[in-house]
């Protein structure tokens, strides 16, 4: 399916009167300050398996967590196969755990242990967040061993914090007890935070290695099934040590060394301030049905009290504060900024696939991770296309700026026109032969009629008449238009969002050069 973004006309009209507020940043924004992306594949066949070599033959068994190195490397928690797998130079090879599956479940899949020492010896089970230090040593949230493991920089896989068995225990080392810890984030100053899920609390681990509870434990229960009764998780805002979490699952620490967290269960981003020693909701909400274990999940953007997600998980934070948050369950990665949220990659309908493409054409399947790599990228964990996919962030021409004028790129090209662009009743009017003939199509005119043929099929606007008509394989279809074509002074004019819609083109708006974009 094609998603057409369409041109914001009341911006393009705002900008052009008001002028350009700041220079062209190197990522592009639309209007509604979704950053323009195009996904591609980094690793993995889609195969449900555990084949090393050629990242594009490699195969992982639900890959729960990605970790950009600074090297220019990805770590990849490789959940269902227990093990953490490297892609590097175009190949994948693990990283720690053993090189192939020795332990076996019933069903004659791996089966993970617990097992410290050098890393083609170690072993781990169900491993899900990474994060890493200043130093290399990189930190594991061994989720089905209710442990936090550490792999130092010369490959020691040790255990820093749990044990092994399930259970809720503030203390030292492997004194400490969690439930399913889903994800770390390592501070500075060397804490360790975890998200421990089953427990519904945020953990801190210090540089000594004891293990605090950092907000209240949930006391809900519902029934989830006649008769059944469950403890759950529940929602409350305020004091850290008052705060209430649902199965919390990513973490990211911004600059200033406050803590994001995805509080999953609740459907919410929450951000724990230390200074301030609050927790509070940044992005999402909702309420609990009776007897409900969660906040039901739904999809919605806008402003960031009423957006909605569903089942967030994994987040990463950019250069300009901006939270990426893999919507896991609408199968979308989701961006929080300045106190909106947008989707980056796949869209409001929460269809799943495995597709590349443009923005909201990408199609991902149960988004668990996002990490932003050395190059700028976003990578994501597909976890259920058993993948990882990269998203790349379109860039301006180099020395870009605005001229006061109306221009048009394709792609990354600029489109030249014999006679500038013009703003009609908030539309922006282009030549229609120097656009078609930029996107390949030839023009002929028959009366009042304008044809453009290209290897597609025809489409045919009218001088003076507010609809278009495209002919694909025989099967004319028509559709109405809010801004009729017209001559002026030997040209024919066209508005650009309609006929680039028509073609089946992106089209968004830069308004700080005043630049209409155009992709395919």
């Keep these: 399916m094609k998603i057409i973004r369409t041109l914001s006309l009341s911006s393009l009209a705002a900008a052009l009167l008001f002028g350009a507020a700041s220079a062209a940043s190197a990522a592009v924004y639309s209007s509604d300050g979704r950053p323009l992306v195009e996904s591609f594949d980094v690793a993995?066949?889609?195969?449900?398996?555990?084949?090393?070599?050629?990242?594009?033959?490699?195969?992982?068994?639900?890959?729960?967590?990605?970790?950009?190195?600074?090297?220019?490397?990805?770590?990849?928690?490789?959940?269902?196969?227990?093990?953490?797998?490297?892609?590097?130079?175009?190949?994948?090879?693990?990283?720690?755990?053993?090189?192939?599956?020795?332990?076996?479940?019933?069903?004659?899949?791996?089966?993970?242990?617990?097992?410290?020492?050098?890393?083609?010896?170690?072993?781990?089970?169900?491993?899900?967040?990474?994060?890493?230090?200043?130093?290399?040593?990189?930190?594991?949230?061994?989720?089905?061993?209710?442990?936090?493991?550490?792999?130092?920089?010369?490959?020691?896989?040790?255990?820093?914090?749990?044990?092994?068995?399930?259970?809720?225990?503030?203390?030292?080392?492997?004194?400490?007890?969690?439930?399913?810890?889903?994800?770390?984030?390592?501070?500075?100053?060397?804490?360790?935070?975890?998200?421990?899920?089953?427990?519904?609390?945020?953990?801190?681990?210090?540089?000594?290695?004891?293990?605090?509870?950092?907000?209240?434990?949930?006391?809900?229960?519902?029934?989830?099934?006649?008769?059944?009764?469950?403890?759950?998780?529940?929602?409350?805002?305020?004091?850290?040590?008052?705060?209430?979490?649902?199965?919390?699952?990513?973490?990211?620490?911004?600059?200033?060394?406050?803590?994001?967290?995805?509080?999953?269960?609740?459907?919410?981003?929450?951000?724990?301030?230390?200074?301030?020693?609050?927790?509070?909701?940044?992005?999402?909400?909702?309420?609990?049905?009776?007897?409900?274990?969660?906040?039901?999940?739904?999809?919605?953007?806008?402003?960031?009290?009423?957006?909605?997600?569903?089942?967030?998980?994994g987040l990463a934070i950019d250069a300009e504060g901006g939270v990426y948050i893999a919507d896991s369950l609408n199968h979308s990665v989701r961006y929080l900024k300045d106190g909106r949220v947008v989707t980056v990659v796949g869209n409001g309908d929460g269809e799943y696939g495995f597709v590349n493409g443009i923005d909201e054409a990408a199609l991902i399947d149960y988004p668990a991770d996002v990490a932003i790599g050395a190059d700028g990228s976003l990578y994501i964990a597909d976890t259920y296309n058993n993948s990882i996919r990269g998203v790349t962030f379109y860039e301006l021409p180099n020395g870009w700026t605005g001229n006061g004028t109306i221009r048009v790129l394709y792609n990354n090209e600029a489109v030249t026109f014999d006679a500038a662009p013009e703003l009609r009743s908030n539309r922006t009017m282009v030549p229609v032969r120097a656009i078609a003939e930029a996107l390949g199509y030839d023009v002929t005119f028959e009366g009042d009629d304008i044809v453009l043929s290209g290897a597609t099929g025809t489409v045919t606007l009218t001088v003076g008449v507010l609809e278009v008509k495209q002919t694909v394989d025989g099967v004319t279809t028509t559709t109405e238009i809010d801004a009729t074509p017209y001559i002026e002074d030997g040209r024919t004019y066209v508005p650009i969002r309609f006929f680039a819609e028509q073609i089946g083109l992106d089209v968004d708006w830069h308004g700080a050069t005043t630049t209409v974009i155009l992709r395919n």
């Design 44 to 313: 993995g066949s889609g195969e449900y398996d555990e084949l090393n070599g050629a990242a594009a033959e490699a195969s992982f068994r639900h890959p729960g967590s990605v970790l950009a190195l600074e090297d220019g490397s990805l770590l990849v928690a490789d959940t269902g196969n227990h093990r953490i797998r490297l892609i590097r130079h175009g190949d994948v090879s693990v990283y720690a755990g053993v090189e192939v599956s020795v332990l076996f479940d019933d069903a004659g899949l791996p089966s993970g242990a617990l097992r410290d020492g050098t890393s083609d010896l170690s072993f781990f089970s169900s491993p899900a967040g990474l994060a890493a230090d200043a130093s290399g040593n990189v930190y594991v949230a061994d989720k089905g061993n209710h442990a936090i493991r550490k792999i130092a920089a010369d490959g020691t896989v040790t255990t820093i914090a749990g044990n092994g068995v399930l259970g809720h225990k503030d203390g030292a080392g492997k004194d400490a007890a969690f439930d399913s810890p889903s994800d770390v984030a390592v501070a500075a100053d060397g804490t360790v935070y975890v998200a421990d899920t089953l427990n519904h609390a945020i953990r801190k681990i210090d540089a000594a290695g004891n293990v605090t509870t950092l907000n209240k434990l949930s006391q809900r229960a519902v029934e989830a099934y006649e008769g059944v009764v469950e403890g759950a998780g529940d929602f409350k805002d305020g004091a850290i040590a008052e705060a209430l979490f649902n199965e919390p699952s990513g973490l990211a620490l911004d600059a200033e060394g406050n803590l994001y967290v995805s509080d999953t269960g609740n459907q919410r981003i929450r951000y724990i301030d230390f200074d301030a020693g609050t927790v509070t909701t940044v992005a999402g909400g909702g309420t609990y049905k009776s007897n409900a274990l969660y906040v039901e999940g739904f999809y919605v953007d806008g402003a960031a009290a009423d957006a909605r997600f569903y089942s967030p998980k």
